[in-house]
């Protein structure tokens, strides 16, 4: 059921799907006071954002692909569950080689998704809401459609308009070798070979990812003001600020030298070329970036926020992007790749809340993306997706959730050869680390694709939805109780109510085996069971909130709960 009961919601655009079942008896939450953590200003500290993937959240005029006004329209959804804000992944003009991330004009929608109007109205409406919005923003690379590599590819070597990218002779006795031995990070060489404007086979051009996604020279003075026009672009459009695509991108070694391990980064999927990626020059960029945010905060007391996924080798390199006048936040993304094993979950939260703490940061955990398998495959189970988010929502720090978690889906693995899109699976030949099985359109309702995706259900969606996912729609998990959406919600309306879930300390207790349990400030205790066998509870008491029944005494296996102590 996907009416709202939140005060001033905005009047739902009448092509939308309404609802089409009754109002559930939900479930009455006492109410909020005002949130005790951090205070408005550094709302970010804890902030849970809600991170839409726009082509699969909500299509709103038939066409089988998610857009702005489809958002705009289940805002109350998000409201509702009780999250602080929202990252839309890129919406920009784009040709859609990589679904967004390779941008052709930072500063438009691309149609398929809307206008600037649909964004601007998305804006008003969030605002009224109470709910952050955050873009998100891609400097490394752009679209080898955008007017600046059209340009580069009619303009001369040499030229100003070559020089917003990395262009270079190749090697070889007649150039056709690339300038470096780089790959890309989804397959293949980092270089593709122009055709010169007289027909001639030319320079080649740098591409860290697909040959789509040409990366511009951040060296080059043109390409960081050009940015800083896009970030005040949409900050005076109203946004709360940017995740940032790459964040350890942009500046390349400026030689451009062969790399001893060329392999690194296809073999790991990682940026661990340490010629193309985290070098010091980023950061001068990371200190212009925040001071544009301190200037609009510096207006209207708002703070804006910068979160860079930024994948650098330690976290002592990590710390350095979100120093004090760098990015607020980036992604801790080690969760991403822990097994479901109570010593890695320890030993990951452990070093996180030491190393990020201790930059005046705050841990932004991450357990689900649309880049990774869901946790409710990656785990092995619903039980232990539920257990994961419970133990997640309850460290200190900001959290991002991906939409369908709270939905409890499946990463869907069986999609058909022809209808994968990810360019992963055509630049390597392989559907290992495909990323097409997480982004599949949300189910809203009824018992059969497209579940209430574009209304009244006109078209298929544009990657296919199993009909398993009739268990997963929002209809559905809003009318049943003991579904992932009542425990999501329960567990943020419990972070606004409770202080000891700000971004406080953690405790960690002496546990049995498979079992990890801490404290969070005065009187909260969390413990969850990673094990196969029931543990004994920490503590005797009903659990304030627990991702499975627990009988009293016990943890089940796959559970994670939450007590209140009277004092400890
Ligand atoms: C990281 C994004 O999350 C991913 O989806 C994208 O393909 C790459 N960056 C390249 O922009
Ligand atoms: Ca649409």
Known sequence: MITSVVPGDPPRPAQVPGPSAAAPAERELPAEQPASGAPDALWWRDAVIYQVYVRSF?????????????????????KRLGVDGVWLNPFYPSPQHDHGYDVADYKGVDPMFGTLEDFDLLVEDCRKLGLRLVLDTVPNHCSTEHPWFQDALLAAPGSTERARFHFADGRGTDGELPPNNWRAMFGGPAWSRITEPDGTAGQWYLHMFTPEQPDLNWRNPEVPAEFEKVLRFWLDRGVDGFRIDVAAGLFKHPELPDSPDPEADERTRDSVNPLAWNQPE???????????????????????LLVGEASVPTPAEQAKYVRADELHQAFFFHLLHAPWDSEHFHQVI????????????TVTWVLNNHDQVRTTTRFGSPERARAAALLMLALPGAAYLYQGEELGLPEVDDLPDDVITDPIFFRTGSRKGIRDGCRVPLPWSGTEAPFGFSPDDSAPSWLPQPPSFADHTAERALTDHTSPYHLYREALHLRRLLPQLGEGTLRWLETPPNVLAFTRGDGLLVATNFGTTPAPAPVTGTPLLSSAPCPPGTLPPATTAWWIQPRM
């Open 58 to 78: 909500q299509d709103s005029n038939g066409d089988g692909i998610g857009d702005l006004p489809g958002v705009r329209a289940r805002l109350p959804y998000l």
């Open 282 to 304: 980023v950061h001068d960029i990371w200190r212009a970036w925040r001071a544009i945010c301190e200037e609009y905060t510096q207006l209207d007391g708002r703070q804006r």
């Open 350 to 361: 452990d070093a996180a809340v030491r190393d990020i703490t201790a930059t005046g940061s």
